[in-house]
């Protein structure tokens, strides 16, 4: 039996910089992991780059059934707070589009910073530790693959659902049950979406192709790119409008979403030099996708020159390029989601100090807890400013 003053399950964003916290108090800190290292996600974030934070945090770019909870967190360790540990640690960093924040060599640098910490704070780390069972005592008892562990604090920082290959899993919420604490309905987030029928199979043809573009729900809209896959469509664009999409919902595509369409394509009959193409959209749009719209929209005009292709014709073209009315299936679920949705029920935590409220001494943090980001670093933001927070009290 070794006894802690704090155990943390899971040694990902949230989980380490929590350690690293607590540590630095002076608190004996144990980080349980069950993968065979910590940090996995953050390796593979960002194209291997990690996108570990975004310069315009805001509560209104986080979705959560209780949108003010995050505020408590955010406003006290913010993105400037991480960007003055990263480059304290030397590390080169860029923007890359809206605010978001790369390493310029490796998410390897964000890791390392984060072990550097944990190391100088005197935190253990135990990888491929798995938690088999957890009593609550005086304290907290775990019995692990690893032996048994006790503690008078429990952070609970296993992330959730997604990327079951990187350690998702439902650890954090069964624990939440455990104490009886609410859970809200979990579901993928940030996700690719799947079509059935003939938008498959135009999109399988197309996979690869991307664009620019203005994607829609009842829940609004996002204007960024959009991929085709061989299950449908991805991309930032795509996957933030996941977040908010529910099934059964129909989505709007605007593939020219700078552009006055109606206008623009009345216009091409005026163009000489376009007056006599057979199609309007030359240079506008990726030509394998023009080829997949003609054969679509105006398969009986593909050999007409557009000087003779009459205005209520080019009006109803426009309304399609505009408005094409999509109905996906499903998502691509937590295989690829990039989070879960959902989680620990804020209702049941301190926003303060993300300390349960009817078991003192317990707390969740990261995305275990039913906040979750935009895409673009926000979640990892997130990771950061609840991982600190609960670090500064457990």
């Known amino acids: 039996m070794q006894n802690y003053d704090v155990i943390v399950i899971g040694g990902g964003a949230a989980g380490l910089m929590c350690a690293l916290t607590a540590g630095q108090r002076g608190r004996r800190v144990l980080v349980l992991e069950r993968a065979n290292r910590v940090g996995k996600k953050i390796l593979m974030s960002g194209g291997g780059r990690c996108n570990f934070t975004n310069l315009q945090v805001t509560p209104e770019r986080f979705l959560s059934a209780n949108p003010h909870f995050c505020k408590s967190a955010l406003s006290r360790y913010t993105q400037q707070n991480f960007i003055a540990l990263v480059e304290s640690h030397g590390i080169a960093y860029h923007e890359k589009t809206r605010g978001q924040l790369f390493c310029d060599v490796s998410s390897k640098q964000i890791l390392a910073m984060l072990l550097d910490e944990c190391s100088s704070a005197g935190v253990d780390i135990r990888s491929s530790c798995v938690v088999e069972s957890l009593a609550d005592t005086e304290g907290f008892r775990l019995e692990t693959s690893q032996g048994?562990?006790?503690?008078?604090?429990?952070?609970?920082?296993?992330?959730?659902?997604?990327?079951?290959?990187?350690?998702?899993?439902?650890?954090?919420?069964?624990?939440?049950?455990?104490?009886?604490?609410?859970?809200?309905?979990?579901?993928?987030?940030?996700?690719?979406?799947?079509?059935?029928?003939?938008?498959?199979?135009?999109?399988?043809?197309?996979?690869?192709?991307?664009?620019?573009?203005?994607?829609?729900?009842?829940?609004?809209?996002?204007?960024?790119?959009?991929?085709?896959?061989?299950?449908?469509?991805?991309?930032?664009?795509?996957?933030?409008?996941?977040?908010?999409?529910?099934?059964?919902?129909?989505?709007?595509?605007?593939?020219?979403?700078?552009?006055?369409?109606?206008?623009?394509?009345?216009?091409?009959?005026?163009?000489?030099?376009?007056?006599?193409?057979?199609?309007?959209?030359?240079?506008?749009?990726?030509?394998?996708?023009?080829?997949?719209?003609?054969?679509?929209?105006?398969?009986?005009?593909?050999?007409?020159?557009?000087?003779?292709w009459p205005d209520k014709f080019l009006k109803d073209i426009a309304g399609h390029l505009g408005n094409w009315v999509l109905k996906p299936a499903g998502t691509e679920g937590y295989r690829t989601a990039e989070v879960t949705l959902g989680g620990v029920d804020t209702r049941e935590l301190s926003s303060q100090t993300l300390e349960c409220k009817t078991r003192p001494g317990l707390y969740f943090i990261g995305e275990v807890v039913d906040v979750s980001g935009h895409l673009g670093g926000f979640n990892f933001q997130w990771a950061w400013s609840s991982g600190w927070v609960a670090g500064q009290y457990v």
Do not use: C
């Open 148 to 308: 048994s562990f006790t503690a008078g604090a429990l952070v609970v920082a296993t992330g959730g659902l997604s990327i079951p290959s990187l350690g998702g899993s439902d650890l954090g919420y069964m624990l939440a049950r455990q104490f009886g604490l609410r859970v809200q309905p979990l579901r993928a987030g940030l996700v690719p979406l799947t079509f059935t029928g003939a938008f498959h199979e135009l999109s399988a043809r197309l996979s690869g192709v991307s664009l620019r573009a203005r994607v829609g729900s009842a829940a609004g809209s996002f204007v960024d790119d959009i991929l085709f896959t061989h299950h449908g469509l991805s991309g930032p664009a795509i996957l933030q409008l996941s977040s908010y999409w529910q099934p059964g919902e129909t989505l709007h595509l605007d593939l020219l979403p700078d552009l006055e369409i109606p206008g623009l394509l009345l216009s091409f009959k005026q163009d000489r030099s376009r007056a006599l193409l057979r199609t309007p959209l030359a240079g506008y749009l990726p030509t394998k996708l023009v080829k997949e719209l003609e054969a679509l929209w105006w398969p009986e005009r593909a050999q007409t020159p557009l000087a003779e």
